[in-house]
């Protein structure tokens, strides 16, 4: 049984323990319960890669991308403070 | 609900509960077409409500939900402040003090209670955004106060209406406190009006359906409300989700959501909230949960009765002490517009993620936004008269993209923005444009609505200065948050450029539009009073919706239309949607856009 996490990933039930893994590849990240970003790939990038009025958080803010450490789906995006 | 169980057959209970939603919706009518200023007449910022006998709320229009519920809290403050034997038939009170039930002191509660037959069976209860309230800075929003003392006319309770006679002499000293005591008393007499209908068709219903089946009604209609909304908590499966937002005010503070939710019910619970603010920026705890009743209203109640019946499943916890309950004597009179749509945007993010676990509830999902800045102007108009003036900008904000759509372009709020013209006519400012801005829009497979971008400056103003206060979501961190993806908007700002060429431009016969022609400095304003005076430019753009998914999964075919409206640049096609489109014939080139696209993601990955 499964049941959706967030986009592109979801909820399973496997030996008696409920898991979160990639809806694309299969790629189990953690258990339900567990934060799921810190099994991902992260890549952080120029506030302006976003576009190019994110100029003014040149310098205060990232943009961290968050992906699938198997398959690359991007599953989030925001700005982070720097540093 | 068990239609086994129900007290009222159906067609009834249709019928009635139908009437009780269009009386609030003329009592907002009514407000509109008797009030006196721009904010009533034509921003929609009022609210208009009915309770039942003990405050509870029984029905409510087209207007925001965190008054609904504050209006609510007040209805109950005034049953313990005045007792039932001196709360007479035509009696309308007034209250806005922060520290017992309303947000900020600019929005006045008026409230009415409904007799028939010489017992109490209701109340109604409206607001509006007063013009000036007496507070430090004209209009209300102070960012100096330091205290709430410093915020204007606070009111506990007080009658201005007693056995439907006006009492001039209330009426005298509340608007002669403040600096437009004209357009005050407007706002107060429109609420009047509002609440006389209201009592009126009540007792027009009573009259013709009898009270047993009206009440019987009401409280089928509560019970409707909560039955159907715990049912949809219950169908999604049980977990806990966390959004921190951030405001700035001489320095980052920042508010932690998390969520948990347990079968039919859900905690929003603030804990770990940043301590309170010596700026106006703070909520009070009815505020705060009147903010979280509003963001489930419009999330997973969005079609149900929106009554008491919303209120009973949910719960939040905020700490004393800190930004979303503030121990007096803080100051709040910014709080709605920062804190409390701060508040709004945590409790909406963890709503969303939410319904992402929920295979039946995922196509509601929209990007949640942390909203935009704002200003208001006071001073000398063309006319010679003294007048306050909110720009109400905010209602051009774009909305979150979904995650089946595109966000709406100026999707707005519930307020609604007057046109340039209006605008003009009536106060002294000049607009040089008020356009979308070009790439703003927070990318994605599907992308956020654009907010506008305005320019103002002023124009036959007597004293060739007119004052303003900046306000609303303060930091970079404000506008249409992404999702699963998406990027955010471009962020909410207001600029004010001193001593620009806008003159000379005018002069010349061209048309100020390029704000790199306009020249002057330019300083980003935080919370702040400011001056504009002649030649000096006020820039503002509100907030842009967040994308919903990859901006490389976007269909090609939008972003090729989107670089034809000039929505967006070139160059954003090509490096952040990974789109190849021909310069000259605007056609794609679908082969080079699958190659970019996988050149860009590979890039992405490799790099550390």
Avoid at chain 2, 29 to 49: C, F, K, P, S, W
Avoid at chain 2, 364 to 378: C, D, L, T
Avoid at chain 2, 578 to 607: C, M, N, P
């Amino acid at each position: 049984m499964s049941y959706p996490f967030r986009e592109n990933l979801e909820a399973f039930a496997d030996a008696g323990k409920n898991w979160v893994r990639c809806t694309r590849c299969n790629q189990v990240l953690c258990q339900v319960g567990e934060d799921w970003r810190k099994a991902c790939k992260r890549r952080t990038f120029p506030p302006t890669k976003a576009g190019p009025l994110m100029v003014d958080l040149l310098g205060h803010y990232l943009l961290e991308k968050i992906y699938c450490p198997s398959c690359g789906v991007l599953l989030n995006a925001e700005m982070v403070e720097e540093g | 609900m068990n239609p086994q169980n129900r007290a009222v057959d159906p067609i009834t209970f249709e019928i009635l509960s139908h009437r009780l939603y269009q009386i609030t919706k003329e009592m907002g009518i009514t407000l509109e077409r008797t009030g006196g200023t721009v904010n009533t007449t034509q921003q929609h910022d009022y609210m208009a409500a009915i309770y039942r006998s003990d405050g509870d709320i029984l029905s409510a229009g087209e207007t925001f939900g965190q008054h609904v519920a504050c209006a609510g809290f007040a209805v109950k403050r005034i049953i313990e402040r005045f007792g039932k034997d001196e709360i007479f038939p035509d009696d309308i009170f007034l209250l806005n003090d922060p520290y017992l039930a309303a947000i900020h002191q600019s929005d006045i509660y008026a409230i009415s209670p409904i007799h028939y037959k010489d017992r109490l069976v209701g109340w109604s209860a409206t607001f509006v955004h007063v013009n000036d309230i007496g507070a430090m800075s004209p209009g209300g929003d102070s960012p100096e106060a330091k205290d709430v003392f410093q915020e204007g006319l606070r009111i506990p309770g007080i009658k201005l209406v007693e056995r439907g006679i006006l009492r001039r002499d209330v009426f005298d000293m509340i608007t002669n406190m403040t600096r437009q005591p004209g357009m005050v008393g407007l706002d107060l007499k429109c609420e009047i009006a509002a609440n006389n209908v209201a009592k009126s068709r009540m007792q027009e219903m009573y009259e013709r359906y009898g009270l047993e089946l009206v009440d019987a009604v009401s409280e089928e209609m509560i019970c409707y409300s909560e039955s159907i909304l715990r049912r949809r908590i219950a169908e999604i499966p049980d977990g806990c989700w966390s959004q921190i937002g951030t405001i700035e005010a001489d320095g980052i503070w920042k508010i932690n959501m998390t969520l948990r939710k347990e079968g039919d019910h859900l905690v929003f619970d603030l804990t770990g909230t940043d301590g309170q603010s010596n700026k106006g920026i703070n909520l009070p705890y009815h505020a705060t949960l009147g903010m979280c009743f509003a963001a489930l209203l419009t999330s997973l109640a969005y079609d149900i009765p929106k009554n008491h019946g919303v209120l009973r499943p949910m719960e939040v916890i905020a700490p004393e002490g800190t930004l979303v309950n503030v121990r007096p004597p803080g100051p709040v009179s910014m709080s709605t517009t920062s804190c409390g749509f701060l508040v709004v945007y945590v409790a909406s993010s963890v709503l969303m993620q939410m319904l992402a676990t929920s295979e039946k509830w995922r196509k509601e999902i929209v990007a949640p936004s942390a909203s935009h800045r704002n200003g208001k102007h006071s001073g000398l108009n063309q006319y010679g008269r003294y007048c306050v003036f909110n720009l109400a900008h905010g209602a051009l904000d774009g909305s979150g993209a979904r995650s089946t759509r595109d966000g709406t372009d100026s999707g707005g709020s519930s307020m609604s923005c007057p046109n340039v013209e209006w605008f003009e006519q009536n106060f002294p400012i000049l607009y040089l444009f008020r356009r979308h801005a070009r790439d703003a829009a927070g990318a994605g497979k599907f992308r956020g609505g654009l907010g506008a971008e305005t320019a103002h400056t002023i124009h036959d103003a007597p004293e060739e200065k007119i004052q303003g206060v900046a306000y609303g979501v303060a930091g970079l961190k404000n506008s249409g948050h992404g999702i699963f993806g998406g990027y955010p908007g471009a962020p909410s700002v207001v600029v004010l450029l001193e001593q620009t060429k806008v003159g000379d431009l005018i002069r010349q016969n061209k048309s100020p539009v390029n704000m790199a022609e306009l020249g002057g400095q330019a300083r980003l304003l935080p919370y702040c009073d400011f001056e504009l005076k002649k030649d000096d430019i006020l820039y503002m753009r509100v907030a842009n919706g967040g994308g919903f998914g990859d901006p490389l999964e976007r269909e090609p075919e939008l972003v090729r239309v989107d670089v034809i409206k000039g929505l967006v640049s070139a160059e954003a096609a090509h490096d952040v949607y990974g789109v190849v489109i021909d310069g000259k014939s605007h056609e794609l080139d679908l082969d080079a856009t699958r190659l970019l696209r996988t050149d860009l993601r590979e890039k992405e990955l490799k790099e550390e």
